[in-house]
């Protein structure tokens, strides 16, 4: 069964531009949630979509945003990029409240 | 909102020792508590998970952990590493169907 899968693996922009990241859930999964890892911050919660709606958002400005495909499948677009976005985002899928399983990661450059 | 705290952050030990790994929570609702693994150049795994039931969990690698409600822990144990646990390992636990990490524990095993 494949996992959790993203694209692109690595991303460069420059400030002010916007960035576009794509996930495949794992079949099955209906949730799939957005996570940020930035050096010295950690592992930090930024938007969760189930059934095609975001259904809650972590501390992040309104520039972070994303949607829910029928498929299932995700996009989070950073619109504005600052430096301080550069970081690996994570995305995981889950069957309803289930386990979260994640995928390798966008790493994400801001120049 | 849910936080948690993990301690000692480089764990550096030989082959065969035995490991453990401090995890606190804080959360006010029914816990579901987690441990992912991020070996080296590889995604996060999950490695165990706690639900309900029995508070001392088996994972995956010969990995378990222990639940104490009274203390808000959910300590990780390997009671003899290899050189292959090298990793960074995470502690999560989920609220409001969102994780919430731990800053993570670099552990590096000397063979």
């Known amino acids: 069964e494949a996992g959790v899968t993203q694209s692109p693996t690595h991303l460069i922009k420059t400030r002010g531009q916007q960035a576009t990241l794509r996930c495949s859930p794992i079949?099955?999964?209906?949730?799939v949630y957005w996570y940020q890892q930035a050096l010295g911050l950690g592992l930090q919660f930024l938007l969760w979509y189930d059934e095609g709606e975001e259904r809650n958002r972590g501390n992040f400005p309104p520039r972070f945003s994303g949607r829910q495909f029928p498929n299932y499948s995700s996009e989070l677009n950073v619109n504005a990029l600052e430096l301080e976005d550069s970081a690996l985002y994570l995305c995981?899928?889950?069957?309803?409240?289930?386990?979260?399983?994640f995928g390798p990661g966008t790493r994400l450059t801001v120049l | 909102a849910q936080s948690v705290s993990q301690h000692n952050h480089h764990v550096i030990l030989s082959e065969a020792a035995s490991l453990e790994l401090g995890c606190n929570y804080s959360y006010g609702g029914t816990v579901n508590l987690f441990w992912y693994v991020q070996y080296p150049g590889q995604h996060l795994q999950l490695l165990l998970k706690?639900?309900?039931?029995?508070?001392l969990v088996k994972g995956i690698k010969g990995f378990e952990a222990e639940f104490i409600k009274s203390k808000f822990s959910f300590n990780l144990r390997k009671p003899s590493v290899q050189w292959s646990d090298t990793a960074e390992y995470f502690c999560a636990v989920k609220g409001n169907n969102r994780l919430a990490f731990g800053k993570g524990n670099q552990v590096v095993v000397i063979p």
């Open positions: 995981a899928s889950s069957f309803g409240p289930d386990t979260q399983y």
């Open positions: 079949s099955g999964h209906t949730s």
């Open positions: 706690y639900f309900s039931g029995d508070p």
